[in-house]
């Protein structure tokens, strides 16, 4: 119940009320009793401080010096006298008259003697007792006590009396009850309207707190959307605008922190490595598709870090290392070739773990492969040519004048085909090396690409009719002219058909034809030849690929044609490719836009 502040401010205010008039009260009772006992003292002081009243009680008269008159009876008329200005009522104070040498009760106040049972206080009796003279008044009184008292040394005459004053406090009681009373009355008030104004105090306190209040637990829900009110200008209300100064920019961070989050699981889900973190306890935390696919097999959240990456390192290991080293591994997966990094993330902090980054270098082994083979086939291709011309050349060298003419002028002509060769062979390296560079431009321009297949059949058929070799050639009607690089396209026509005349054994029928399609041109070239095994058609057009290489030099061929044919194909937005077909030999399709390059389609 006292947990809210709410009846914390109420009960701060009772307790404030009732210590303040239990202080108060106190104060006010002890006050009149100090007066009152003060006010007794010096009324005492002032009575008996009289030199008139003192002479009074102390000189006898003539009928006391002759015996005919008690002093007793002479002092209680003295008294009598000064009863107003003594404050003797015979209800709370009285006055005793005792023998001084013997404290005994002679008289008192009180005519019908009623006070001679009531035996008086002799504290101050005694204290009067052993002054044994008249100089001072007894003047001190516990103020705790329940009555206040005086006792004064007279000698009168011959004779030595004691006047004693007794007051009861009844008055101060009766005051007092009166007083407590009011007080409890005012208390009683006080607590009824300190609670209402308490409350009143506690509701204006309270109430923009449990708005602060409502609004957090608002915050904290993710919703930033309601403002709190500012209802004041105080130190509630300077907390309230700075809450919410904060809400705004709590939303627009965590806004950002949701953008960057989701840029971030965008990249990491479609990024083309493969990424798996895992925990120290070796559990999957999080994975990407690409890892899935680059291993070959799913990854779930209780898949274990030593069955997937076990082989490379330990995850002990990986956890040991310090940022940013990192360890690294190979394997095969899937038919591919995955490098892996294995790395510690927050390698200091309990909840850090072990990063895995799986990057696929199928493409880049076998780069590296193709370009340690296209050095070993460019070297070898070079090194037969010029061994051919070094041999003939020594040869004609170290029998000079001794060879037959005939001999020397067949040695001669080996080597300048040798150097033709090598002069071919150094052409289509330039043309491939100006294609990877970007350097090799083409001239486009709208042509006949009827004309072009006519000048190509021509200039190919006596090469053909040489190995016995029937050509037809099939044309659709009113072929279009097509924008291209004339004489590169016919360098891709004179390519493809030379390879089917080379590769198609003497007395064989080779068949070109062309039509159109739509927004493209299309140009067939088919043989009965030797063929192409199916292991080794994608790769008929990688540089210096060939099937059968001995067959191959044999017909002076570098294994270059087909990809320069490719590249030019290419760049001219076409596409050139093997037809499946029955039957012995294959087909080779050209396909090229009527447009050109960089034409919509």
Do not use: C
Request: charged share 25%; no cysteine; proline share 4%.
């Amino acid at each position: 119940m006292f947990r809210s502040l709410h009846m914390k401010l109420v009960l701060i205010m009772v307790l404030l009320i009732l210590s303040l008039m239990t202080v108060v009260g106190a104060f006010l009772m002890n006050s009149v009793v100090r007066f009152y006992l003060d006010d007794f003292y010096v009324q005492m002081q002032d009575v008996f401080g009289d030199q008139v009243f003192l002479d009074d009680l102390q000189t006898p008269t003539q009928d006391e010096l002759e015996g005919r008159v008690e002093p007793v009876d002479m002092l209680k008329q003295v008294l009598n006298s000064n009863m107003g200005p003594l404050g003797i009522d015979n209800r709370t104070r009285y006055y005793y008259i005792l023998d001084s040498a013997t404290g005994a009760y002679l008289t008192s106040s009180d005519d019908a003697d009623t006070l001679r049972e009531k035996t008086p206080n002799i504290t101050h009796v005694v204290n009067a007792l052993a002054q044994g003279e008249l100089t001072e008044v007894g003047s001190d009184s516990d103020i705790t006590a329940s009555y206040m008292d005086l006792a004064v040394p007279v000698r009168r005459g011959d004779s030595s009396y004691i006047i004693y004053i007794y007051d009861s406090r009844q008055t101060i009681s009766e005051l007092n009850a009166s007083l407590f009373t009011i007080i409890v009355e005012a208390l009683v008030f006080g607590l009824i309207i300190s609670v209402l104004l308490s409350f009143l105090l506690a509701k204006t306190m309270t109430t923009p707190i449990e708005r602060l209040t409502d609004g957090v637990k608002r915050v904290a829900s993710g919703n930033f959307s309601r403002k709190i009110e500012v209802g004041s200008r105080d130190e509630i209300g300077i907390l309230t605008g700075n809450f919410n100064h904060m809400a705004r920019k709590l939303q627009d961070t965590i806004q950002e922190a949701e953008n960057e989050r989701n840029k971030l699981d965008t990249l990491f889900l479609h990024m083309t490595d493969g990424v798996v973190a895992f925990s120290r306890l070796g559990l999957v935390i999080h994975k990407n598709p690409a890892a899935e696919e680059m291993l070959g097999r799913p990854i779930g959240e209780q898949t274990a870090y030593g069955a997937l990456f076990g082989d490379i390192a330990s995850l002990e290991q990986v956890l040991a290392l310090e940022q940013p080293a990192y360890l690294s591994g190979e394997r095969e997966a899937a038919g591919r070739t995955l490098e892996l990094l294995l790395a510690p993330f927050d390698g200091e902090r309990q909840e850090g773990g072990v990063m895995v980054v799986i990057h696929d270098v199928t493409e880049q082994r076998k780069t590296e492969e193709l370009r340690r083979e296209f050095v070993a086939n460019v070297s070898h291709e070079l090194r037969t040519p010029l061994t051919n011309i070094r041999s003939y050349a020594e040869t004609l060298a170290d029998n000079a004048g001794d060879l037959p003419p005939e001999t020397e002028k067949n040695f001669l002509g080996v080597i300048l085909n040798e150097s033709d060769r090598m002069t071919h062979i150094v052409q289509d390296l330039l043309t491939l090396s100006r294609f990877d560079s970007g350097r090799s431009e083409f001239k486009l321009a709208r042509f006949s690409f009827e004309g072009a297949i006519r000048d190509m059949y021509h200039a190919v058929l006596m090469e053909a009719q040489r190995h016995g070799h029937t050509v037809a050639l099939e044309l659709e009607p009113n072929l279009p002219g097509i924008v291209g690089d004339r004489e590169r396209i016919l360098q891709v026509m004179m390519n493809v058909v030379s390879n089917a005349i080379k590769y198609t054994p003497d007395g064989g029928a080779i068949g070109i034809s062309a039509g159109r399609a739509g927004e493209k041109v299309w140009m067939e070239v088919s043989d009965n030849g030797i063929g192409i095994p199916p292991e080794d058609r994608s790769r008929i057009f990688e540089r210096f690929y060939r099937v059968d290489k001995a067959r191959s030099r044999e017909s002076g061929g570098t294994g270059l044609g087909l990809s320069i044919a490719k590249e030019i194909v290419d760049r001219h937005q076409g596409s050139i490719a093997l037809v499946d077909r029955p039957g012995p030999g294959l087909t080779l399709r050209i396909e090229l836009p009527v447009e050109g390059p960089g034409h919509e389609q």
